[in-house]
């Protein structure tokens, strides 16, 4: 029997376990039940997933969503991993097969919905085949504390409580408050000890609140990240509709999703969308659970969501595979209103609701507080943290860069210019251009000519505008304002007063890399010939650490994370052929 560290190697690629794996898979293979409490990207598939492969039996995988399985059915098979799934998207027929499939012991994980356990083909093949375990994944579901409460997991627990003999059960979950995961164990019957909580804390995501010109910070986002791919939560069709609009006139590469759509327009935007022929989805809430697309650089709620575990959950999707992503909240205080229309609306008791609107209310204060954002989310779930060091809170600080310097440099320039010039000039004559103004007024001759030449142009008007903002320039009327420098400037000049500045928040958030992006063309082709997508062939972090590494050989190839021996020998070639290319 192969050990648990060799299969991780030769199947998934990976050459250590992530913090909880192990403890959860032993328990598996203990067949004790266990509750498993991970982030979301922190792996809990292969909780399931390993296990498996050493049990004797079929392994049964409780999920809610339909897309998710067949994802996760095609990644195992990828791995050479015998797996199937059966859903309403199946004929008849197919079910038939599958479940005869999974009977005969020809799979190892058979993937379901939670409804499935009701059908009578589904009874009868859970007599006739020996149960590994089952994996509940989404776990929260089952409860009714939780924010995404579903019945067929009720009647999933009391299915479960009835097969003989009753199998040991992996519960699931990336959300969970301490009165959840009570409310979990209790209901699958999982020892309250039997708990293992890696902590939720995701160490690569910054996340971000704005304030301010929520469109134009999202067109700028957009733009200077129009390679990545990121999600858009709005709360209503209309407001998806209206950013997508948007956001389509400013030619950027976008889809929509929500209820409105038809089921086959929603269902082609998303597989766009997963496939990486559309950067960015538009969507409301209803887009996203089960999405599985690991190379998602940013979430972006253009509207408060309503909750923290719903934002949280969103706004987890970035960064699956671990590389550095943004979780940004756009905040309006009128925002808020629909929300509580929402909950207002709902049909449920008083008492429920006034538990929404707490929720609501943490939700709110989220955008308010100064402190860390990561911990706040972590208190909220019961957890203690440090800072992160990552989101807005963290940097709001650190950002504030001394900008006194540069002040001085470009007032004095004003000044000498005799107060009578607009923008262009002025950082024209401090970044020490040539042109016939410049030399009809003399202005070569200035001290302040060239003062700034390490900078662009465009950089010293941008803080020009800075400088006009903070009024330490006072512009005239009219459509070429000319700069005066008022008494707040003089102030400056005389060194009687700072000048700081907050770095802008939009950055880019991946670097250009020439054989990265070759990497990435190539994985496309081929998952495109297999009509799969690109993040089933390999991940982004694959495919960085490929590019750095630059592996020469089938050796050297088998060391990158994520290449595992199929894998290396279904594409392994192709990849070698673009690493060993000669540069030219
Ligand atoms: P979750 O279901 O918890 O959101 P997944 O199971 O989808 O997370 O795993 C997220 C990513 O992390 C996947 O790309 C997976 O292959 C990768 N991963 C999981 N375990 C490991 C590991 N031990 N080492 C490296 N990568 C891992």
Redesign the pocket.
Known sequence: MHSLQQL?EEK?G?????KG?EAIIQKVLDHESVLGI??????????YQLPALMLEGLTLVVSPLISLMKDQVD?LNEMGIKAAYINSSLTYPEIKERLYEAASGRIKLLYIAPERFASEDFQRLLKNVAIAFVAI?EAHCISQWGHDFRPSYLELAESLKKIEPRPAIIA?T?TATPQVSKDICQLLDIPESNQVKTGFARENLAFQVIKDQKDTYLLQYLKVNKDQSGIIYASTRKEVERIYAILKHAELSVGRYHGGLTEEERSENQEAFLFDRLQVMVATNAFGMGI?K?NVRFVIHAQIPGNIESYYQEA?RAG???LASEAILLYAPRDLQIQKFFIEQSESTQEYKHHEYDKLRAMNQYAHTQSCLQTYILHYFGEEGRDCGRCSNCLDDREAVDITEDTQKILSCVKRMGERFGKSLVSQVLTGSNNQRIEQWHFNQLTTYGLMKEKSQKEVSQLIDYLTAERYLQPSEGQFPLLTVPAKGVAVLLGKQKVFRKQASVKQLVIDDELFDKLRTLRRDLAQAQNMPP?IVF?D?TLKEMAEKRPQNTLEMLQI??VGQSKLTKYGEDFLAVLTQKED
């Open positions: 991780l998934f990976y050459t250590n376990f992530r794996q991970m982030p979301t990207g922190g792996g809990k598939s292969i909780c990644s994944d699931l990336a599985n690991s987890g699956r595979d671990g993040y991940s972090s994370k994520g």
